[in-house]
């Protein structure tokens, strides 16, 4: 069992910048691909970010590329988003997920096992 905590959303301009953080417990944090997901009103929850389990390799959604950085720290347990240029779209319910079983990065939802409970993020125009 992995207990996870987000923190770092907020109210923002367009154009600013955020970090959110995740912090785990439970099972070794270093043993799980770590993935941000954000989920809008009336959406369904959609993939932003992936990290390996060393961070070697990372994934993005094509709506956030260039623009947002995932990184872990496992020594501190923790998994950073760090997001620029934020814009309206980006407004959303954003959730860090863990994933015991696989060691590629992974995109879809179903393939996490472990949820935080979201932090909100909203960009003001």
């Known amino acids: 069992q992995v207990h996870l905590v987000e923190s770092g959303g907020g109210l923002v301009q367009s154009g600013d910048s955020l970090r959110l953080s995740c912090v785990a417990s439970?099972?070794?944090?270093?043993?799980?691909?770590m993935g941000w997901f954000r989920q809008a009103p009336g959406q369904e929850r959609e993939f932003v970010a992936a990290i390996t389990r060393s961070g070697g390799s990372t994934d993005y959604a094509d709506s956030v590329k260039g623009r947002f950085i995932i990184s872990r720290d496992n020594a501190k347990n923790t998994v950073y988003l760090q997001m620029n240029s934020l814009k309206p779209e980006d407004t959303a319910v954003y959730f860090c997920a863990a994933d015991p079983t696989n060691y590629s990065v992974r995109e879809y939802a179903a393939e996490y096992s472990y949820w935080g409970q979201g932090t909100q993020v909203t960009v003001s125009t």
């Open positions: 439970g099972r070794t944090f270093s043993g799980h691909v």
